[in-house]
């Protein structure tokens, strides 16, 4: 997990420890504000006072709660870029697997990376690949006809089994 803006003001040794505590969370999890801040807000408590101060007055409770919220957003970004950059490795993967010569445009991997990074794995379980197939096929017919290495009749099947190649690449990264 990459460095949080947020939590500069910590040693690396504690921007360490929380970045191991958050990669424990699960997709789910990281997209829960409360998760997120059950776990920070007693430590970042602690780590804004010295001594024996009273680590819980109004303004650091306001401080922490405004640092749990960046922290919440930067993970936020964080996993949608991670999903849609995971998405672009198995969709250029997928179309490697098809043809050596099938390169993917840099605008539809970008557009089904967004698109696929937004599904959940429950949904990409329960739509399988008949949900694929509803998202890959006008952008991927375009392709496989700039592709030309086969003959226009057999893009139905190229495409299936593209979302096959793909369906699998994507649960074997959730």
Known sequence: MRSMQ????LPPSSQEY??????????EELQDY?????????FLLDALKSGRQTPNDRTSGEKVGHLC?????????????????????????A???????LQLPTETV???SSVLGQLTPE?????????????????LQEAFHDCGEWPAEEDEAKIQQFA?????????KS
């Open 6 to 9: 947020a939590l500069r003001f």
């Open 18 to 27: 929380l970045a191991s505590v958050l990669s424990e969370l699960g997709p």
């Open 34 to 42: 409360e998760t997120v801040r059950m776990l920070l807000e007693p």
């Open 69 to 93: 919220r960046q922290v919440f957003e930067e993970l936020k970004d964080m996993s949608g870029s991670d999903r849609r950059s995971g998405c672009a490795a198995a969709l250029r993967h």
């Open 95 to 101: 179309a490697q697997q098809l043809s050596a010569a």
């Open 110 to 112: 970008e557009s089904l």
């Open 123 to 139: 949904e990409l379980a329960a739509g399988g690949t008949e949900l694929l197939l509803q998202l890959l096929t006008p952008p």
């Open 164 to 172: 096959a190649v793909l369906l699998r690449e994507l649960q074997s």
